[in-house]
């Protein structure tokens, strides 16, 4: 690993260095600056264009050390000197395609291509000059036929991984042309990565994040919720634990442990300190969850979370809505203010205590390292993880306290969903598709989990909720775009159902049926696919329990106090099988009050009215009212 450089300098002159290296003589060309980083004022230089390894900027703070660099050591020696200029001038000036890269981006090109040049070190050959379509094609088969190993052993490639691995030899390609050896020609003419890959037309949809399924999600949430509930006590007792520490200081560690184990048994805890230190990793996973669940967050924006991010607003009606603020790193989003629940407040409050002892540490190591270097990077690293909730200590690095990675959170959710005895594969991403899913299915009427909350999230943002100067300006208009694509998808499984096998009730439902059976109004679409995606574009579809409503508004009173309404007399009605227990055991219910003799004529006459309408729906799909089994 490459130390820091000494060198300090008034201001970081990267955009005046020249786009590429070609004709720089090779003191200067080495000199050149990959990066550099502010402490207190002053420009440090992390990295040289001659160092083996250049550390980069332009992560979030939840990517380690480890992954904040390229080693070039690890390229096959023919390349190593072409790879640090291709890189070079990646930095510099980016692609055509694009602006200059984030160092995930260049740290993910550099990783991609790495099977590409061992492919060629394997052909015997030694430069890009050397590259011909017909080699970028056996590299295609080669990459089709390869099987994983380690967790993934046996498989092949995802879409997703072949498309990394054939944009990376585009982008060498086009890098290579302002170097000293670029590739003749464009690795395969007329196609492209994603066509070889296979994700163009249906292909393309392969890859999306898969939906937690409703009794996983409940599972995990009950479990996560359990936890909050003791959290507090959890963390009583550890803060006890500390003040055992301090006063046993100097004692050898197996006195200290015994001692901590018989404050944990006199307090009811038997399963010893070391199962009570798991529960305090659980209790931070459990945090974890409720609030990716309740915001729609992504991993990174928990991840930049910092102490004090909740706020409160009321309106004019006294209704209180909280936020929680963090950092969007997406696209330089910024700041952004989410919208949380009761419980995702009760969240943050325990990660503020559970964090205390690890902001501590990085306190202490700020102090530490401003002793030994006060130009040390590491004390700008440092900072960012200063006030952050969601920390841990990694051994592997010293025992530095910083952010959770994502690959740490992923194995962290595993461990809890096993825990669960459950065998979903869950990750962290998943979690904003599910916010949105919910979300959807609130605007859909289909209020499944937290009405209020997620009610409040579909109403319309512009109307303000209580805003402040400062608070709920900066909305995550992005995840508005995934609950909207989720509320596509629902509307679409819907009108398929609909235009299934299956008999519907209700007035539009029988419409539907009737306009299906006339051969000559399927005609006008291309396919079974446009005909869905036209009906669900162009109808106005809502769950109100008992039916599908497809009213433009929601004011009929059929979908609340007169529920059976939708089984007659209504035209904007749907009624499916999925609504045959409700009509059910209303059904039953129904005969059963018409043998009160206290409701009087008129009442007798109204449930003699639904009675007929829940008879009629219940025919209408295919089912004998008479013989129902209770």
């Known amino acids: 690993m490459s130390a820091p450089h000494s060198a300090t300098l008034p201001y970081p002159p990267l955009t005046a260095q020249p786009g590429d290296v070609r004709g720089l003589p090779e003191a200067e060309r080495d000199a050149l600056i990959i990066s550099a980083i502010q402490v207190d004022g002053q420009w440090i230089i992390r990295s040289r264009y001659g160092d083996d390894i250049w550390q980069l900027e332009g992560f979030t703070s939840n990517v380690p050390a480890n992954r904040r660099r390229v080693d070039f050591r690890k390229v096959p020696p023919a390349f190593r000197a072409l790879m640090k200029q291709i890189l070079y001038r990646y930095l510099q000036r980016g692609r055509r395609s694009g ?14 291509a790495m099977p590409f040049l061992r492919h060629l070190e394997a052909l015997k050959l030694d430069h890009l000059g050397a590259v011909t379509p017909l080699v970028c094609s056996t590299y295609v088969t080669a990459c089709k036929a390869h099987r994983q190993t380690g967790r993934n052993e046996g498989k092949p490639l995802s879409k997703r991984g072949l498309v990394r691995r054939f944009i990376a030899v585009e982008a060498l390609h086009e890098l290579s042309q302002y170097t000293d050896d670029p590739m003749p020609q464009h690795p395969w003419l007329e196609t492209s990565a994603k066509a070889l890959a296979g994700l163009t037309g249906r292909g393309a949809l392969v890859g999306k994040t898969p939906l ?21 006590k959890l963390l009583d007792m550890r803060d006890k634990l500390e003040n055992i520490t301090e006063q046993l200081k100097g004692r050898s560690y197996w006195g200290v ?35 990716a669940s309740t915001t729609g967050c992504r991993n990174h924006e928990l991840a930049n979370v910092q102490w004090g991010a909740h706020h409160r607003t009321e309106d004019d009606e006294g209704t209180v809505y909280h936020w929680m603020r963090s950092r969007s790193d997406k696209t330089y989003a910024g700041i952004h203010d989410w919208m949380i629940p009761d419980v995702a407040v009760r969240a943050l409050r325990l990660m503020e205590r559970w964090a205390a002892p690890y902001q501590a540490m990085v306190a202490a190591e700020i102090v530490q390292r401003r002793r030994a270097n006060p130009l040390d990077p590491q004390i700008v690293e440092a900072h960012q993880h200063r006030h952050a909730l969601f920390l841990g200590v990694y051994k592997n690095e010293g025992n530095q306290v910083r952010t959770l990675s994502r690959s740490s959170w992923d ?15 869950l990750a962290s991403h998943q979690f904003r598709r599910k916010f949105a899913n919910y979300a959807a299915h609130s605007r859909f009427g289909d209020l ?19 805003m402040d100067d400062s608070w709920g300006q900066h909305l995550d208009l992005e995840l508005y775009a995934d609950i909207q694509m989720e509320l596509d998808d629902i509307k679409l499984g819907v009108v398929d159902n609909w235009l299934g096998d299956d008999p519907l009730a209700g007035g539009y439902g029988r419409a539907l049926k009737q306009w299906q059976r006339a051969p000559q109004n399927l005609l006008i679409f291309n396919d079974h696919a446009s005909m869905l995606k036209s009906i669900a574009e162009s109808t106005a579809i809502r769950s109100n329990g008992h039916a599908w409503c497809t009213a433009d508004d929601g004011g009929c009173v059929g979908n609340t ?18 609504h045959t227990p409700f009509y059910k055991r209303l059904y ?28 009629e729906v219940l025919t209408q799909l295919g089912i004998d009212p008479e013989i129902l089994i209770a």
């Open 448 to 466: 499944r989990y937290l009405k209020e909350h997620f009610a409040h999230w579909t109403l319309d943002m512009t109307l303000g909720y209580a």
């Open 561 to 578: 106090l007169e529920r059976t309404r939708c089984g007659n007399g209504c035209t904007n009605a749907v009624i499916g099988r999925p």
């Open 212 to 232: 937690i399924p409703d009794d996983v999600f409940c599972t995990l949430f009950e479990r996560a919720y359990q936890q909050l509930e003791r959290g507090q």
């Open 588 to 615: 039953e219910d129904l005969k059963e009050l018409l043998h009160c003799t206290d409701i009087g004529e008129g009442g007798r006459q109204r449930v003699e009215r639904d009675l007929k309408r829940c008879r």
């Open 411 to 425: 194995s962290h959710l595993k461990a809890f969903a096993k825990d669960c005895g459950l065998s979903w594969n």
């Open 99 to 112: 602006g200059r890269p984030k160092g995930g981006v260049l740290t993910q090109t550099f990783s991609s």
């Open 257 to 291: 442990y015994v001692t901590k184990n018989r404050y944990l048994n006199g307090l009811g805890w038997e399963d010893g300190l070391n199962a009570f230190n798991n529960a305090l990793i659980d209790l931070r996973t459990a945090c974890y969850i409720v609030l």
